[in-house]
């Protein structure tokens, strides 16, 4: 090759190259476990139940005691799926349904199996006018599900959490508001 024809040569191949496509965007929702029950939480499973607060909630896990206590405590219902990839509990008093936990272990996350859960601790709620929850700024992937699931942000909580972080309160509205003299305009 000739000085020019290997300089020109040089030059194309210094090009940036052409962009490979974007491949297709697959969907981020893992299969769901097609035989995957939900059922309320029983005294047997609170090994491995606390075992997976510890792994997801860190140094604010409740501990085997507290757990005991939101499975047996008045008006908590706690539910877990059959082979404990996850679990929520709430709580009512009067007309609020307190979503006090929910979590899934991180290999079965994006399968719809939090909104399982979700959806089975909103039976029943007719009669009450809110479900509250608070959640850290921090945590992305709590706010996307809980955006998801209509709920929305009514307040601020400065220094809620062991690492100084606020902690957001979200409300999501239920039936029974609209039978509430007391509840505001929500639209
Ligand atoms: C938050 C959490 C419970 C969601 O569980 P999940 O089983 O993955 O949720 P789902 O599969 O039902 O998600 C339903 C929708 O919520 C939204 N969502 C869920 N995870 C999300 C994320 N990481 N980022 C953005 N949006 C998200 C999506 O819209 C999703 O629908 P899609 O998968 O079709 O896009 C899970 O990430 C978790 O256990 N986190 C750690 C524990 C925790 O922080 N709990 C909340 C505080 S108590």
Known sequence: MDRLGSERRARRL?????????A????RRRPQKACLVIRPAVLADLPALT??????FGADAWNESLIRQEIEGPGRRFVVADD???????????????LLRIGVRPEARRSGLASRLLDELLVDTDDASRMLLEVSVSNAAA????????????DVRP?????????LVMCRWLPGAARTPTATSHD
Request: zero cysteines; charged letters at 20%.
């Open 14 to 22: 210094a090009r940036p190259r052409t962009p490979l496509p974007a």
């Open 24 to 27: 297709p965007r697959r969907s």
């Open 51 to 56: 075992a997976l607060e510890q792994e997801l």
């Open 84 to 98: 404990l990839s996850g679990y929520a509990v709430t709580m009512t008093a009067g007309d609020i349904v307190d």
């Open 143 to 154: 706010l996307g599900f809980y955006v998801a699931r209509q709920f929305s942000v009514i």
């Open 159 to 167: 220094h809620y959490y062991r690492d100084g972080s606020e902690a």
